[in-house]
């Protein structure tokens, strides 16, 4: 499966953003579906999962209360909807997906987007 992750941009801190990864390939339904993101300097974290589903997801404590994950499968696409935003939320963001029932892990996932850029600045 190949996704491409997009909506990104510069936002002021307390704005919100919609990500979204478009997936190909037929068997998008199939994937637990992950968003990690990228501050600089810093390794690649977890933020949130959604079960192929969209039944079950589960989110960093950073982003508690603040992100939300969501999927279409009938359009291939999941989504992070951002709100709240905090300077610290800036990162690359990526969409990947997992063979996994409960992926947390990066080396669980097997596809991943190219990410896309989000920053939190005034």
């Known amino acids: 499966v190949q996704l491409q992750a997009y909506g990104g941009g510069l936002v002021q801190p307390g704005g919100s953003l919609r990500l979204s990864c478009a997936a190909s390939g037929r068997t998008f339904s199939s994937y637990t579906m992950g968003w990690f993101r990228q501050a600089p300097g810093e390794e690649r974290q977890f933020v949130a999962l959604?079960?192929?589903?969209?039944?079950?997801?589960n989110y960093a404590d950073s982003v508690k209360g603040r992100f939300t994950i969501s999927r279409d499968n009938a359009k291939n696409t999941v989504y992070l909807q951002i709100n709240s935003l905090k300077p610290e939320d800036t990162a690359v963001y990526y969409c990947?997906?997992?063979?996994?029932?409960?992926?947390?892990?990066?080396?669980?996932?097997?596809?991943w987007g190219q990410g896309t850029l989000v920053t939190v600045s005034s």
């Open positions: 990947a997906a997992s063979g996994s029932r409960w992926p947390l892990r990066n080396d669980e996932y097997a596809y």
């Open positions: 959604i079960n192929w589903r969209g039944a079950s997801t």
